[in-house]
């Protein structure tokens, strides 16, 4: 059974920077998508960041430019570096992940491509 377990979360002043980790287990890594998503109180879940096993990764265009998803397979972690952090960027960060097979596709880039989720680490930039 898949598990993932994500650290990392807190508090910090906007223009700051946090270092999102996920630890992954059950399963052989290679082979799978993962990605970071985040949910905002009252608004809906929404990708932040994903990567292939061939390192390939997109982002969403909120954090472009400021946050840098990594990946690695002999650690089975997958990272997320969050730099120049926003108000907006406040909300719950997940992890996830799914089997894609290990080819060059891009991962997919909407939270219902994805079968296994972490339980979620707070993320809260203050002004």
């Known amino acids: 059974q898949v598990q993932l377990v994500e650290s990392g979360g807190g508090s910090v002043q906007a223009g700051g920077s946090l270092r999102l980790s996920c630890a992954v287990s059950g399963y052989t890594y290679s082979g799978y998508c993962m990605g970071w998503f985040r949910q905002a109180p009252g608004k809906e879940r929404e990708g932040v960041a994903t990567i292939n096993s061939r390192d390939s990764a997109q982002y969403g265009n909120s954090v472009k430019g400021r946050f840098t998803i990594s990946r690695d397979d002999a650690k089975n972690m997958v990272a997320l570096q969050m730099n120049s952090l926003k108000p907006e960027d406040t909300g719950m960060y997940y992890c996830?992940?799914?089997?894609?097979?290990?080819?060059?596709?891009?991962?997919?880039?909407?939270?219902?491509?994805?079968?296994?989720w972490g339980q979620g680490t707070q993320v809260t930039v203050s002004s």
């Open positions: 996830a992940a799914y089997f894609s097979g290990g080819g060059p596709r891009l991962c997919g880039a909407w939270s219902y491509d994805y079968k296994s």
